[in-house]
């Protein structure tokens, strides 16, 4: 099993250019979820869906929309990229029948917006 | 908003000393996940505390849930240069079907032959 895959791995915009970071998971999980890592402040959640054609937002949602038309993807779009979404961006997956929603990341992609 | 705490954010130290890594917050969780990242990779999970005063043990990592449930501690006893990473503490609210986690800062640790 390849586990949670993440294209690309880097990715560098100019302001106002728009992109999907992709995401898939080969482990049957329901839950999907997108993070960010920014420097200091942890990991924090843009949205995520408890399963195909369900989806909802996370603590920063703003600037990023997201659908899930099917259990394996979960792709993540910028309509519009800010310098302020400069960050890395983590997709994870988990298994609905844990009782702690343990997350299973896959390995990244960092975005720099000039 | 429930916040967590971690301390320290950076620790660096000779090979075979100890060290613990703290996560405190003010709210009450349902379990306490630890998750180590190396660099240019994503986070992986090493344990999950569930009951208050919890203690679990992985090879040289021992890892305590607080009796309230609202802190947490990483022992590392005779730390290695493996152990180099970002460690990362989340908690999780249950009682929802997803649980939304709460992530601490994280602490860099940086361990040198």
Same mark, same amino acid.
């Given at each position: 099993?390849?586990?949670?895959?993440?294209?690309?791995?880097?990715?560098?915009?100019?302001?106002?250019?728009?992109?999907?970071?992709?995401?898939?998971?080969?482990?049957?999980?329901?839950?999907?979820?997108?993070?960010?890592?920014?420097?200091?402040?942890?990991?924090?959640?843009?949205?995520?869906?408890?399963?195909?054609?369900?989806?909802?937002?996370?603590?920063?949602?703003?600037?990023?929309?997201?659908?899930?038309?099917?259990?394996?993807?979960?792709?993540?779009?910028?309509?519009?990229?800010?310098?302020?979404?400069?960050?890395?961006?983590?997709?994870?997956?988990?298994?609905?029948?844990?009782?702690?929603?343990?997350?299973?990341?896959?390995?990244?992609?960092?975005?720099?917006?000039? | 908003?429930?916040?967590?705490?971690?301390?320290?954010?950076?620790?660096?130290?000779?090979?075979?000393?100890?060290?613990?890594?703290?996560?405190?917050?003010?709210?009450?969780? &349902? +379990? $306490?996940?630890?998750?180590?990242?190396? !660099? %240019?990779?994503?986070?992986?999970? @090493?344990?999950?505390?569930?009951? =208050? #005063?919890?203690?679990?043990?992985?090879?040289?990592?021992?890892?305590?849930?607080?009796?309230?449930?609202?802190? &947490? +501690? $990483?022992?590392?006893?005779?730390?290695? !240069? %493996?152990?180099?990473?970002?460690? @990362?503490?989340?908690?999780?609210? =249950? #009682?929802?079907?997803?649980?939304?986690?709460?992530?601490?800062?994280?602490?860099?640790?940086?361990?040198?032959?």
């Amino acid at each position: 099993n390849a586990g949670v895959t993440q294209t690309p791995k880097f990715q560098v915009l100019k302001t106002g250019q728009s992109m999907t970071l992709q995401c898939a998971q080969d482990m049957n999980h329901e839950y999907m979820s997108w993070y960010r890592q920014d420097p200091g402040m942890g990991l924090r959640l843009i949205h995520y869906s408890v399963g195909a054609g369900i989806t909802d937002q996370g603590e920063v949602p703003n600037g990023y929309n997201v659908s899930r038309s099917t259990t394996e993807d979960f792709p993540l779009r910028l309509l519009s990229a800010a310098p302020s979404q400069t960050s890395v961006y983590f997709c994870a997956s988990s298994y609905q029948g844990s009782s702690y929603n343990e997350q299973f990341f896959g390995p990244g992609t960092r975005l720099t917006v000039l | 908003t429930q916040l967590l705490e971690q301390s320290p954010q950076f620790l660096s130290i000779q090979e075979g000393e100890n060290l613990t890594v703290y996560c405190n917050s003010s709210s009450v969780f &349902s +379990s $306490l996940q630890w998750y180590r990242q190396e !660099p %240019g990779e994503g986070p992986v999970l @090493l344990v999950t505390v569930v009951t =208050g #005063g919890e203690v679990k043990k992985l090879k040289r990592l021992t890892f305590q849930f607080g009796d309230a449930r609202k802190d &947490s +501690s $990483l022992h590392i006893t005779a730390a290695q !240069p %493996g152990d180099t990473g970002l460690y @990362l503490c989340a908690g999780h609210v =249950g #009682g929802t079907s997803y649980g939304k986690l709460t992530f601490g800062q994280g602490t860099i640790l940086t361990v040198h032959p």
